[in-house]
């Protein structure tokens, strides 16, 4: 078929002038006059310079943020002023949403669908928090003295909001959509190799008004910048989405200052196939859960657990049409898989591949970087399915973070919930099966905070995102309780009659 190429140059700017961060309300370049260039995964050509923060700019961020919630008001502005500036930015997103998309294709070499998916997801979240933020929130309680009990919600203050790279907009968006709503301030940090839809968001945000220092975007590297955002005595809140390692690391840093903190890690989640699933269904899910973002999702299903009856059958289908899958770069519209982030991270997943052959796993089909013409360029791999492995192989327990599925096999259904469970990682999981019951009662088995019957991968922003063991904590991002990982729960007792306790006698 004849490739299709969008136009994708005109959403870039001059690639040599350097895009800045949004610190108290102004566009602001290092004083170290440290830049990075960006690059686009496709092909590795610098499509971008961005301006590199160092400790002082982030402090800058956080005093900025500070002022405005706390001596300009920002905590006490009205609900229903929150929720029209972040309608607003709903809607300049609408507006620029093609743009978007294939700035975020650019930068992060997803295919251009998926960033569309991801920008419309960003403008729902702007929405849905937009809305949430004018309904009750209280309560109150019966008890048992004379006294109105009743709770109140306040804001915690400066919230850092920490993204990766894999979903650069999005996960920077459900954090600071559901942070203004609730009244706080942020600072937020995209990846250093995707920060260009931030900056573009950055460009809403001052259009539409936002008072200055409410949101601030800072630029640059994990280790100066996070490490300064997390120890800082200002920020009362971090909410990070990243790896498990560094999920760790900012524990450590939190403790120093009870930091609240909420961690969203990585995977290696469990697709459990059972031999009465509807074949077609489970054979198109077992590539979407493992090939869509070319492996790069936290919930990735990266490990296929099939009954051994259906072993023959159902390999041979996913080989033949893994071997289909066709790669290229995101804005082909006949491309259904896109490059990996970076070079790094390419050979970090040969790696992988190569530490799954020397542990005795069989590749059944890929392993291999894809040269083929222009691609040589850029930094893809092939679709690369691995069988014949055992439970502590490390390509079973860690996270590759790319386009590699391994297979487990059982007999039970006792074995499939044993091997979906022994991972440290607890993200996600599916099931397929046409028996209802048996959906429902190892659905209840596996240790996952997000699940699937008989799909997988669909989420939305009505419901929450967490994970269990080392995939995650707090409340989770998205739906009512993204909301309340922003605000502190205040105890308001009132007595009903003002008299003294009489509790003295003297
Ligand atoms: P990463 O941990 O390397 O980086 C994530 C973010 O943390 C980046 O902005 C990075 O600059 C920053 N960072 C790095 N060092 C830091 C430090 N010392 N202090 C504070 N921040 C620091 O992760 P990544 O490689 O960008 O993203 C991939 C990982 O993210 C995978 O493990 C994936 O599973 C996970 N992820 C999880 C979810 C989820 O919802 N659970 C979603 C997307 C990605």
Redesign the pocket.
């Known amino acids: 078929m004849q490739a299709t190429i969008r136009d994708y140059e005109s959403v870039l700017r001059d690639k040599t002038d350097v895009q800045k961060m949004y610190i108290n309300g102004d566009w602001i370049e290092s004083s170290s006059k440290k830049t990075r260039e960006i690059l686009n995964p496709a092909n590795n050509e610098v499509i971008a310079t961005v301006t590199q923060a160092d400790s002082s700019e982030v402090d800058f961020a956080v005093q900025s943020a500070k002022a405005a919630f706390y001596k300009n008001g920002w905590n006490t502005t009205y609900a229903r002023t929150r929720a029209d500036l972040l309608l607003k930015v709903a809607d300049k997103l609408e507006e620029r949403k093609e743009e978007f998309a294939m700035l975020e294709t650019l930068n992060n070499g997803k295919i251009y669908e998926d960033s569309m998916v991801d920008i419309e997801d960003a403008i729902n979240q702007f929405q849905y928090y937009a809305g949430l933020a004018t309904k009750p929130h209280g309560q109150t309680y019966e008890v048992p003295d004379e006294i109105q009990a009743m709770v109140v919600r306040e804001p915690m203050g400066v919230a850092a909001l ?6 650069p907009l999005v ?1 920077a968006t459900q954090k600071m959509s559901a942070a203004l709503a609730a009244g706080c301030t942020v600072v937020v ?5 995707t920060p260009l839809t931030l900056i573009r968001l950055f460009e809403v945000i001052d259009e539409v008004g936002f008072p200055k220092g409410v949101a601030n975007l800072v630029l640059g ?3 100066i ?3 300064t ?2 120890n800082h005595p200002d920020v009362d809140k ?1 909410s ?8 760790k ?2 524990m450590k ?1 939190a403790a120093d200052t009870v930091k609240n903190i909420s961690l ?4 290696k989640s469990p697709n459990i196939v059972f031999a009465d699933a509807d074949f077609d269904t489970a054979v198109d899910y077992a590539l979407l859960g493992i090939f869509a973002g070319t492996g ?4 990735a299903g990266s490990r296929l657990i099939l009954e051994s009856s259906l072993y023959e059958q159902f390999v041979e289908e996913l080989i033949a049409r893994a071997k289909k899958i066709k790669i290229g770069p995101g804005w082909d519209e006949n491309t259904e898989m896109g490059p990996l982030i970076s070079k790094d ?1 390419m050979n970090r997943v040969l790696d992988y591949i190569r530490i799954g052959k020397a542990e005795g796993a069989e590749l059944l089909c890929g392993g291999k970087q894809v040269v083929d013409g222009d691609l040589a360029q850029g930094n893809y791999v092939e679709p690369t399915i691995f069988s014949h492995t055992t439970p502590e192989m490390r390509i079973v327990q860690e ?1 590759i ?1 790319g386009p590699v599925l391994v297979i487990q096999v059982f007999d039970t259904e006792e074995e499939a919930i044993e091997l979906a469970n022994g991972t440290d990682y607890g ?1 996600a999981a599916a099931v397929f099966t046409n028996d209802g019951a048996k959906a429902q009662r190892v659905i209840r088995k596996l240790q996952a905070g997000i699940t699937w019957i008989n799909t997988y991968h669909p989420t939305f922003n009505e419901a929450p ?3 269990y063991k080392q ?2 904590f707090g409340g989770g ?1 998205l739906g009512t309780y993204g909301f309340e990982e922003y605000l502190y729960k205040k105890q308001v007792n009132t007595a009903l009659e003002v008299k003294p306790s009489g509790f003295y006698k003297g």
Do not use: R
């Open positions: 920490i993204a990766p790279w894999n979903y996960m940090k995209p990846d250093k190799q590297t994990g280790s910048i996070g490490d955002l997390v971090v990070f989405t990243g790896s498990t390692d560094t999920g690391h900012i840093n969203e890690l990585g995977g790069q999702i936290c919930s991270h996270e973070f993200l995102w967490s994970g995939s995650g991002d």
